[in-house]
């Protein structure tokens, strides 16, 4: 697992925005990373044009650059260097995708914004576009990393997200929980007995979960197997996180399989969709 050495934050001026550098600052004193770059873009179409005559006389990237770098200053309590960048661009995902491939970022964070909210970065689609990992944080999020909470489908893509909390867990100290998520497949539900079915699911999915750590080499790991019931699987994962207490949940970019309902890729599409409490990282 490669080291986290470059961090972008995405800002968009609303209150997101302390948030988002106090948790930097978090992860910058626990990653010890070379630099974390502040970027903002001002997307000067979206003013109306009866604000055109008033803004004439505004130097407004000037303006803008002053409150970020304020915010910073008082948000952002590490000796990691920083920088803010502001740019003007139409699409603000393929800005923050420019400007992560120019400069070689590890990991892009944005604020937790369900879409009804129409305003920040577009998580989903900068998920797609981007190549390093990407963390959502919320709202009020809590500044801790003692307890890691890390799904799988039990696909090789998904034995990332332990690679990546064991170097989270080496850097806080944290406790890490492997999760997995089972339903019971609907197909057979009409012949066969579904309470029946449900303790051996249960029994062949913790066996594949041994058979999973022991393939990736995986330990120091405690396991849960949870029963999806009415849920979506991102739902469930996501409730449960929250009640056991995570400070962080980790998910593959994608994965795949199908026996288990936890097909990384679209839950993490979910997840992302969703008004989450705690950070919710994406290993790629």
């Not at 307890?147 to 997200?161: L, M, R």
């Amino acid at each position: 697992m490669k080291n986290i050495e470059k961090i972008l934050v995405a800002l968009d001026l609303t209150s997101t925005d302390a948030d988002l550098i106090q948790y930097a600052s978090f992860l910058s004193d626990q990653l010890n990373p070379k630099k974390v770059y502040f970027v903002h873009n001002i997307k000067k179409y979206e003013i109306s044009e009866l604000f055109q005559e008033q803004l004439k006389e505004l130097d407004l990237e000037t303006l803008i650059s002053e409150e970020l770098d304020e915010k910073v200053a008082t948000h952002f309590k590490t000796d990691i260097p920083s920088e803010v960048l502001i740019s003007e661009d139409p699409y603000t995902e393929s800005l923050i995708n420019y400007v992560a491939n120019k400069y070689e970022i590890d990991l892009v964070m944005v604020g937790n914004k369900s879409n009804n909210e129409g305003t920040g970065i577009v998580s989903d689609k900068l998920m797609r576009l981007l190549k390093c990992d990407i963390v959502s944080v919320p709202n009020n999020v809590k500044i801790n990393m003692k307890n890691i909470w890390g799904g799988t489908d039990f696909s090789k893509e998904s034995s990332k997200v332990f690679q990546l909390s064991s170097m989270l867990a080496n850097s806080t100290g944290a406790n890490i929980t492997a999760v997995n998520i089972f339903n019971v497949p609907v197909q057979f539900t009409p012949y066969l007995n579904k309470e029946e079915m449900i303790p051996k699911i249960e029994k062949h999915t913790r066996d594949k979960f041994e058979k999973f750590l022991k393939k990736h080499k995986i330990t120091d790991c405690e396991i849960k197997v949870i029963r999806g019931r009415d849920a979506s699987v991102a739902e469930k994962l996501n409730i449960e996180a929250e009640k056991a207490g995570a400070d962080l949940l980790v998910v593959a970019d994608k994965g795949g399989n199908v026996f288990s309902s936890l097909l990384v890729g679209s839950v993490t599409d979910e997840l992302f969709d969703r008004k989450l409490r705690i950070p919710l990282w994406v290993a790629k």
